[in-house]
């Protein structure tokens, strides 16, 4: 009897293994740390690829839970798209070292560090954290430049040919069609912005400074007092008068960030609050790259150009 | 920076040189130095500029107006090879019980009505090459009287590279029993430590010298088996070879060494997980700890226990709030007993008997909004009758809440009170007040 059940156990398990081995899915299992390197991953890797992203895309990147279903989605990993820059410090290393996963060991063909090669900003000149949860390696939230892309979708098309040479021609035909594409964007986007140029906006996390960069737009103070501290009245207060001063009418907000901070500033400074969130999919009808920039740009084109 | 010291070298000299020239002619000797000055501070202010120039030049300056998308140099990451933490956990309160000790029991815990400072650790980890990564957690802590002492918490290996979903830990680190074991005191949720961990793995919880194999099922959810192999002896070994077996079994503890694979310690786990919803999580696990215990030479010693965490976090989650999770571990321990000379009453002799023991804790966490954490926490220990007395296996509940406000992830404070009752002494009533902070890298943590 017992060994019958032994036996019956150790099939079952075997049959599982050899499952899990078996080459039945022959696409390319991709896992990106967020749900914006998992819509470029999907743009550059088409049919090839089956993307996965950790976080949530209401969610805070920050802070994601190491449960474990993410080391199951990990270990089974071809690609690991991370943004890096220690955006993913609080989470990702964990799941990484219960994942035993050599292919997207750092260093192999099988990681792609986002981060790489971009051109960081507020890289601070000394680690200190009495200046708030700042990252040693710069600001994070770089995905929201086009620019910035273009060189991260190099990079994943770049990693995944390494990966599975067979569809390397389809890697490099999707590289062009969407850097073709997001070129086109780009020009149309700088033009819907071009006539706000140095108009001021306010964020709650320095989350947008990239995209203000890009666009000409000046991040003129954010809801947070240092990056990762909450809030206070005083900072406020600053706040409120600095909008007035400046006449910045523009509070973006994310999805997981606190809005009814965001509304008692804009009730005293007139402004108006803009809930955008910087990933796909935190929104209806925005579920690539592509629509979320133009969920971006034109919300808040809209939003400068209305009359005080 | 060494181009600047040449450049600056080079200026200096040749300024001292032309001075020297002037000096010559028919400058007067003060004049000739004030000039020197003079000029030694035009090159200072100008090398200053530079290297302020230098720091201004962050890449940021120029991304507005950089059109191209042409990839820079990769930017370095870290600052060395090894990873380097320093937490300190400190407590202030007060309890009914003068003797703070003897309530509270676990070896982190608040120690004397006053103040304690149970925990200053070093925690150190990285790479150690392709194939291992290196851990390290080197914990200082004062006693009541105010004496440092030192221990070599964990410091182990992990594999990184092993075929077949395998991993193998070797080193001194804690046993994978349940779920609170393995984590360090910074992570705790509550002031103190559970009485039932207290009750089956002593003060300092189950560690020891071995080795564990954990091997990753190959199924579409989480399900992990592991086994570890530990020497069986040791304070940190206390239901097994334990200098303090004595308080458990009552008797004069017998000198027993290795003799077969039988005296080591084994301790099985198997733990599962799944995501019930997007925002809810589930892990369950069951452990079990098989090893020698010296009331005798056949002398064993079986511990088994089963854990479940629950979480459930908002979907538009801010720092990791608002959210729900609730942790608990029910553990049973079967002591056999061999005959044994009694270590009250030398002429005595105590029969060989089954001790059994055993114990519960359940804690509910809110973390109402962010920062803001509100817990409760249910504590249980008992213990069967024996042929003696043993105030360690004396039955005893306690019950906690508490409140954690962390300003950063990188500093805690908890105030928490705590309700005991101890068969055969009565309540007592404590109130303890708890502060951490942690420098340097933060090794985050595991689900």
């Known amino acids: ?308 | 920076m060494k181009k600047l010291v040449q450049a600056a070298t080079a200026v200096v000299a040749a300024m001292i040189w032309s001075s020297h020239v002037a000096a010559q002619t028919t400058d007067s000797t003060a004049r000739r130095q004030q000039r020197m000055l003079d000029s030694l501070v035009i090159v200072i202010k100008s090398l200053q500029d530079r290297i302020d120039s230098l720091g201004r030049a962050r890449p940021d300056s120029a991304a507005a107006t950089q059109p191209s998308a042409a990839p820079q140099a990769p930017v370095r990451s870290g600052s060395g090879y090894m990873n380097i933490g320093f937490v300190t956990l400190a407590d202030a309160g007060w309890s009914s019980e003068p003797d703070v000790g003897s309530l509270q029991v676990g070896d982190h815990d608040p120690a004397v009505r006053g103040f304690t400072l149970p925990n200053a650790e070093v925690t150190l980890d990285g790479a150690v090459d392709p194939y291992f990564r290196g851990f390290s957690n080197i914990v200082l802590k004062l006693d009541s009287n105010g004496e440092t002492g030192v221990e070599l918490e964990e410091a182990y290996l992990l594999t990184t590279s092993l075929p077949w979903n395998l991993q193998i830990k070797a080193g001194q680190f804690f046993a994978e029993f349940g779920r609170q074991n393995p984590q360090h005191p910074h992570s705790w949720a509550f002031v103190d430590q559970p009485l039932a961990l207290n009750r089956m793995f002593g003060p300092d919880g189950l560690r020891s010298q071995g080795a564990r194999i954990s091997w990753l099922l190959p199924t579409n959810w989480y399900a992990e088996a592991m086994l570890g192999v530990f020497n069986s002896a040791g304070g940190t070994a206390f239901s097994f070879r334990s200098d303090e077996s004595s308080e458990i079994h009552g008797g004069v503890s017998e000198e027993r060494g290795v003799k077969s694979g039988g005296d080591l310690l084994l301790v099985p786990r198997i733990a599962t997980s799944m995501d019930l919803t997007a925002t809810q999580v589930l892990l369950l696990g069951a452990s079990a700890a098989f090893g020698p215990n010296n009331s005798g030479p056949n002398a064993k010693t079986q511990v088994y226990g089963a854990d479940a965490y629950w979480k459930w976090k908002s979907a538009t989650a801010h720092q990791g709030f608002p959210f729900v999770s609730s942790q608990s571990e029910v553990l049973f321990r079967r002591y056999d007993a061999a005959e044994r000379q009694s270590a009250e009453n030398p002429g005595v002799t105590l029969p060989s008997e089954r001790l059994r023991d055993s114990g519960a804790y359940s804690e509910l966490l809110w973390g109402i909004k962010p920062r803001w954490v509100a817990g409760i926490r249910g504590d249980y220990a008992a213990g069967d009758d024996a042929s003696f007395d043993a105030v360690l296996r004396a039955d005893r509940y306690r019950m906690s809440p508490n409140v954690t406000w962390y300003p950063t992830e990188f500093s805690k404070l908890r105030l928490q009170y705590n309700y005991d009752h101890r068969s055969g002494i009565g309540r007592d009533h404590s109130l303890w007040f708890q502060f951490e902070f942690l420098l340097g890298a933060h090794a985050a943590h595991k689900f």
Not at chain 1, 54 to 66: G, I, S
Not at chain 1, 195 to 208: E, L, N, Q, S
Not at chain 1, 216 to 227: A, D, I, N, R, S
């Open chain 1, 1 to 308: 009897m017992k060994n019958t059940i032994l036996r019956r156990v150790a099939a079952a398990l075997l049959i599982a293994a050899s499952g899990a081995a078996l080459p039945f899915a022959a696409k390319i299992s991709v896992v990106a740390t967020t749900p914006d390197l998992a819509a470029l991953a999907r743009a550059i890797g088409g049919d090839a690829v089956d993307v996965k992203a950790l976080a949530k895309p209401t969610e805070d990147p920050h802070f994601v839970d190491a449960k474990p279903s993410h080391i199951v989605t990990l270990n089974r990993a071809d690609v690991l798209i991370e943004g890096g820059a220690e955006l993913e410090l609080g989470w990702l290393p964990p799941l990484l070292e219960s994942a035993r996963n050599d292919k997207i060991a750092a260093g192999a063909p099988g990681r792609v560090v986002a981060s790489q090669g971009i051109r960081m900003i507020e890289v601070p000149a000394t680690f200190d954290r009495s200046k708030g949860d700042v990252h040693s390696l710069g600001n994070p939230h770089f995905l929201v430049d086009p620019v910035n892309v273009k060189i991260v979708v190099a990079q994943i098309a770049d990693h995944l040919s390494q990966v599975d040479p067979k569809s390397a021609e389809t890697y490099k035909a999707n590289l062009q069609k969407f850097t073709t594409a997001l070129d086109a964007k780009l020009a149309e986007w700088q033009k819907q912005l071009a006539p706000y140029k140095g108009a001021k906006i306010v964020t709650y996390h320095r989350d947008f400074v990239y995209f203000a960069n890009r666009f000409g737009l000046e991040v003129l103070e954010t809801l947070e007092p240092k990056p990762g501290i909450a809030p206070s009245p005083a900072h406020l207060a600053k706040v409120i008068s600095m909008m007035q001063a400046a006449k910045a009418r523009v509070i973006i907000v994310q999805p997981y960030q606190n809005r009814k901070t965001a509304e008692t500033v804009a009730r005293q400074t007139n402004a108006a609050v803009l809930d955008i969130p910087e990933q796909p999919g935190a929104m209806k009808n925005v579920s690539d790259y592509i629509q979320m920039m133009d969920y971006l740009v034109t919300t808040l084109a809209n939003a400068l150009g209305e009359k005080p």
